[in-house]
Structures are given as C-alpha cells and as structure tokens.
C-alpha cells in the first residue's frame, strides 16, 4: 500500500467532508472565472442582448447545471464582475467617500484599474458604459441614508471618475496613473471632499 493510499485510509469522516466541501469550493471558484472570462471574450466579438446562456457554458466549457448552481442570468455574471472589481479596489485603496482623497489615491486608483485593463477594457470598448455605471453607482449609493445633496455629491463624482476612466481606457491609457491623478486630483478638489464626510 502507498503512503498516499495510507493517508486516504487513515481520514476520518470528518476530513474527507472538509476536503469534499473545499473541492467543491474550488471547483465552483473556477466555474464563475470560467464564465466571468467567456461573457469578456463575448461582448467583444457580439452584442450583450445576443449572448445565450449556452453560448456562455460552451465559451467557458461548463454545463448550463454548473451555471445555474452559480448564477441565474448572464446579467449576475456582469453584476459579479463589476461587484468583485469594486470589492477589490476597496480592499486595496480604500473608499473614496471615507477618507480625504489625495493625489496619492488617485494614483493607486488608476495604477490598480491598469491592472485591471483586460476586465475594465471590453466592458467600456463594447459600449456597455451605461450598464456599469448603473451597478457602480448602485453601490455607491447602497445605504439609504444619504441626504439628496449627498447623494447627487456622490452621483456626480461616480460619474466623473467612470467617465475619465472608460476614455482612458479606451483611448490606449495615453496618460500614466501619475498623469490621471494630478488631472483628478485637481478637477475634484472643488467638491469632493464634502463628499467623504458623509460615509
């Protein structure tokens, strides 16, 4: 017997369950990367309205089973990667409306969506502009206890930000990070700091 076979024998119940559970999170990890990659691929060569959910799964190379244990339409596909985007960017640079922004922030801003450029740049290249606007600034506005003048702040902020970036974007990223934050930093000076005491 190998020591491989030994080891398998020697689990208990309990183990084998842990393992099963991680496989099976892992699996399930890959499946959304999987299908998050083919809708990319996809808009760039169709419209959004045109893609099935079986052109998706065959892209990705899962089973419309696999699909719909993870998602229920290719819109929470879009939904997921304009969420995970967002979490991730705070993660790393923190949220615009819970600090003083700084040229610094800005320049972390656009360096982490330069990292970013093969998810953002089909997005925006394919005209769906529109579309990621709406999930972000529904993020933005995701506590409800905002005043109107807090809420228009906040909208028109957004939608400067994801403005410049889906022209940076789509016009090459002819400016560096460094470039867009001392643009950013002195167009938003005016009104956004009232901004990131409200949060």
């Not at 819970?98 to 970013?116: I, N, P, T, V």
């Amino acid at each position: 017997m190998s020591d491989e076979s030994k080891i398998v024998k020697n689990l208990t119940f309990d183990d084998k369950l842990v393992g099963l559970r991680k496989h099976s999170e892992e699996l399930n990890k890959l499946v959304v990367e999987s299908l998050q990659g083919a809708l990319l691929k996809l808009i760039k060569i169709k419209p959004y309205d045109s893609i099935t959910v079986t052109e998706l799964c065959k892209k990705a190379g899962v089973s419309r089973m696999a699909f719909y244990g993870n998602f229920s339409s290719k819109d929470d596909i879009f939904r997921r990667i304009v969420s995970d985007l967002h979490r991730e960017m705070l993660a790393k640079i923190g949220s615009p409306f819970r600090q003083m922004l700084s040229e610094q922030w800005y320049c972390d801003l656009f360096k982490f969506l330069a990292e970013k450029s093969n998810v953002l740049q089909p997005i925006f290249c394919a005209g769906y502009h529109d579309k990621y606007l709406q999930l972000v600034n529904s993020l933005v506005l995701r506590h409800k206890e905002f005043d109107r003048g807090d809420t228009y702040l906040r909208l028109l902020w957004n939608g400067g930000m994801i403005n410049s970036v889906a022209y940076w974007l789509t016009s090459g990223m002819k400016e560096t990070p460094e470039q867009m934050a001392t643009y950013c930093n002195r167009f938003f000076a005016d009104f956004a700091p009232t901004c990131f005491l409200t949060e």
